[in-house]
Nanobody
């Protein structure tokens, strides 16, 4: 069974920084895209940042220049470095992975973490 587990969230003051991590575990053959999404109260879930297996990245306009996504393919881990945080960044952040399992070669599936709270407030 594949699991994605996030860590690193919490409460931070405006202008501060946080680093989120997400580790994928289980019978994984290959992880293609990894990403972070977020959902604020009363709003739809939105893509924050995405990184391909080869390292190409894409960001939401609202976080460009402030957030950096990276990954360690050997550790099946994706990171989100968040700088210059504002109250508008307050949300539950979800890790996402598009992956192929060892026992199901040739098929890709979407997996999500359980979500982690990030609160930006003074």
């Amino acid at each position: 069974q594949v699991q994605l587990v996030e860590s690193g969230g919490g409460l931070v003051e405006p202008g501060g920084s946080l680093r989120l991590s997400c580790v994928a575990s289980g019978s994984i053959l290959m992880i293609y895209d990894m990403a972070w999404h977020r959902q604020a109260p009363g709003k739809r879930r939105e893509l924050v940042a995405l990184i391909t297996h080869g390292g190409s990245t894409k960001y939401a306009d609202s976080v460009k220049g402030r957030f950096t996504i990276s990954r360690d393919n050997d550790k099946n881990t994706v990171y989100l470095q968040m700088n210059k945080l504002t109250p508008e960044d307050t949300a539950v952040y979800y890790c996402y992975a598009d992956l192929e399992e060892s026992g199901d070669v040739g098929n890709e599936y979407d997996y999500w973490g359980q979500g982690i709270q990030v609160t930006v407030s003074s």
